[in-house]
Each structure stands twice: as C-alpha cells, then as structure tokens.
DNA sequence: TAATTAATTAACCATATAGTTAAATATAGT
DNA sequence: ACTATATTTAACTATATGGTTAATTAATTA
C-alpha cells in the first residue's frame, strides 16, 4: 500500500487513535500502552505493528521493554492532504464555496 | 462503525482520495467520475457508497444521472482530529517538543 | 539453572474488502 | 413498444482484518 493509504488506514480503528492519543505525552512501553484495553496482548502487539508500518510510531527495545511513540511526519501528511479540502468549511460559504466551484469550474493540479 | 473510523477508512484507498479530488471544482456524475479509472463500474458503485457512507459525498439524482458532490463536514472532522497532533510538526522543534513531553508528562483530557 | 515477565509468532475463526462478470432496475429516446 | 444508457444488485473469488488461545523468544530475577 501507498504510505498515505497506510496512514488513514491505521487511524482507521477507535483502538490504534486511543493508543495514538495516549502517546501524546511520551512514550510507553507496549505493556502501559495494553493496559486500558480489554483486549489480548497479541492484539495490541499487532495494532502496534500496523501502526509503526504506517509510520505512526518508533519503537525501541530496552531489555524487555519495548518503547513506543508517536511519530509526527505521516501524521503531518494525512493533515496536510486534508487541508486541500479546507476551503470547503473555513470561509462561513462553504456551501456556497461548493455551489460556486460547481458553476465555475476551475482546474488545479 | 464509528463515523471517524468511516472517514478514515473512506480516505485509506487510493482511488476514493482520487474521486474526491476529482469532486473539487463541482459535481460530478457517477460515470464521470469512473471514466479516469480503469475499474468497473459496479466497482466505482461500491466506492461511492463507501464514501457516501462516510458522509464525504452527497448523492443527488436528476433521471438517470446521479450527481455525487463533495460533503465537507466529516473532512473537517478529521481533519480537527488530526490537528490535534500539528504540536509534533508546527515548531521547528517539533524532536524537542517530543523530548520535553516525554521528560515532563503533563494530562490533557 | 529455574521461574517470571514482556512481547511476539503461530494457528485459527469470522467478517470485511476490492475486484470481477452477469443480471436487474430505471430513465430516456426512437 | 423497443432500444440504449446509467447505475445498482447479485453472486462469486481472493485477500485482509481483528480478534482469540497456545506456544515461543528473550530478558530479568531468584
């Protein structure tokens, strides 16, 4: 997959955003970071796989504790991606935005 | 589904992030839409229920013609999601922003 | 060395996804 | 009425996903 589609797809999943958000404030070892979920560890362990896939996160060994955290840039990416459509709601037309761009077609790369 | 985990799992295949671009200057109908694409119409169908799904398009049908617009309000969602991580890249110290948080845990609802 | 802890891998299950072709529906034109 | 066009639904295939439990690997502690 293309890293963009990796990227949304792994914020794609309520479980991988929690875990996302609670990276917020630094990193935690893959244990701390199961502990609010009711589900396995394997489970976990695979969300996290899919996360750092995508870019979302480092990790880093130490002795038995893997570190994990947030990593800025594809998260940058998808933002900046969306931002293309910001147009669309932060002038207070955004309908009317729409309702002109329909009428007046413009091409931009 | 929740609708952000629909929004982004709308936004995590290629060829629906090529649609919605293609839905930026106007409305567009559903065999408009397809004709840059080397799928099948029946698969282009499904995108679009994907997306319309995912409250990123409006559907609207004038006869045979269905007309398929950009919606912006669960972009504008996301997008505010994701927004809540720009503390990570907006510095220039984005690495120390990392660090410092890492070092000095403060909670955020 | 034996036992404990942290995390992953393996094997499995159920469901979802993205595509296909063929058939169905609905509107429009002759 | 017949035909053509636009789109969807149905049936199917292959692959991916997200979860489980059990087994494995690796590091720590007794």
Known sequence: MDPLSD???????PTRRAILLS???GEKSA???????????PAISRHLKVMEKAGLID???DG????CQLRADRLKE???WLER??????????RLDRILSTEHPRTDK
Not at 85 to 94: E, K, N
């Open 7 to 13: 990227t949304f797809h792994a914020l794609a999943d």
């Open 31 to 41: 244990g701390d970071i199961a502990k609010p979920f009711a589900i396995s560890a």
């Open 23 to 25: 990276l917020k404030h």
């Open 78 to 80: 998808a933002t900046e």
């Open 64 to 67: 038995q504790i893997l570190y």
């Open 85 to 94: 459509y910001a147009q669309f709601w932060q002038s207070s037309f955004g």
């Open 59 to 61: 990790r880093r060994r």
